[in-house]
């Protein structure tokens, strides 16, 4: 009897044990499967963040030449009142403000803010390294960092930036060839190894406007058509520390003064030009 009953207890101990690794191996399996699960939560929250730092963008830019209507001394002041009556006084007095940007890129998307667990929430959200009509090239920035925490690994975070370069729109003077009574005689602008004319000496394909980076953050960067910079064929194996970008190029350059980048603008009748096509981005407009 004695050596039945011992056998009763290992069995039973056994199956015990059976248990128990079941049940840790399934609160694995669950912790894991949540795990990957949240990574796609935060890649979309990520993604909604860049929309509604995108989102601001267009806007500041489209209400930068609100503002600069209103604030030119020129404009007839009727127009001024109009303007202020169409368009909201407060946002056109604070649009460059960071503390009104921070309003409508976080403050407003709190609901979406706290589905993910962002560090310090809402205050955890910065756009310290934003730049709003600080720089010479007329660039503006929006930058919003921010870390997410994983779940069941507090010490375990993501960092991540949402970015968006931008100019402020200022306008654009529209005047067509049919102004002139002779086109063939209307003064456009080349360049050497060009292919197309300019009907703007001022056309930023002309007036290239270098932005300073560093080399290991370029592939970070996209240009106005979102697209990435690669290395220039003429410098770009010289490139260490920094390199030169520019909004509408391609390429990244070591030497600012880069036969690639250098413009020798000639100004010629249109007549003159042969077979050269018009420039796409200011071909029909004289500014």
């Known amino acids: 009897m004695k050596s039945s009953d011992q056998e009763v207890i290992i069995h039973k101990k056994l199956k015990g044990s059976v248990t128990v690794e079941a049940a840790m191996s399934l ?10 699960l949240y990574i796609f939560v935060v890649i979309n929250f990520w993604y ?19 503002v600069s209507k209103v604030n030119n001394t ?5 127009v001024i009142n109009k303007l202020k009556e169409t368009f909201n006084e407060d946002t056109l007095n604070n649009i460059m403000d960071i503390t009104f940007l921070y309003n409508n890129v976080v403050v407003k998307k709190k609901d979406l803010i706290e589905t993910v667990d962002v560090d310090d929430g809402i205050y955890g959200m910065s756009l310290l390294k934003s730049s709003l009509n600080k720089n010479d090239d007329d660039i503006n920035t929006i930058r919003l960092d921010y870390s997410i925490s994983m779940p069941f690994l507090n010490k375990v975070q993501i960092r991540l930036s949402n970015k968006s370069y931008f100019r402020s ?3 654009r003077t529209m005047v067509g060839e049919e102004l002139y009574d002779n086109p063939d005689e209307k003064t456009v602008y080349i360049t050497e190894n060009g292919e197309v004319y300019h009907m703007s000496k001022r056309c930023r394909v002309l007036n290239i406007k270098l932005i300073e980076v560093n080399k290991e953050d370029v592939c970070n960067f996209r240009n ?4 990435k910079y690669y290395p220039c064929e003429y410098c770009g194996k010289k490139c260490k520390g920094k390199v030169f970008i520019s909004l509408y190029g391609d390429r990244y350059h070591a030497d600012k003064n880069c036969p690639k980048i250098k413009r020798n603008i000639k100004s010629v009748k249109l007549k003159d030009v042969k077979d050269r096509d018009k420039c796409k981005i200011c071909g029909g407009y004289d500014e």
């Open 169 to 171: 729109f200022t306008g």
């Open 48 to 66: 909604e963040m860049g929309v509604n730092v995108d989102r601001n963008a267009y806007m500041i830019s489209g209400y930068s030449y609100i």
């Open 74 to 78: 020129e404009t007839d002041d009727k």
């Open 224 to 227: 106005s058509s979102g697209g």
């Open 27 to 36: 609160t694995l399996f669950i912790m894991a499967f949540y795990s990957i």
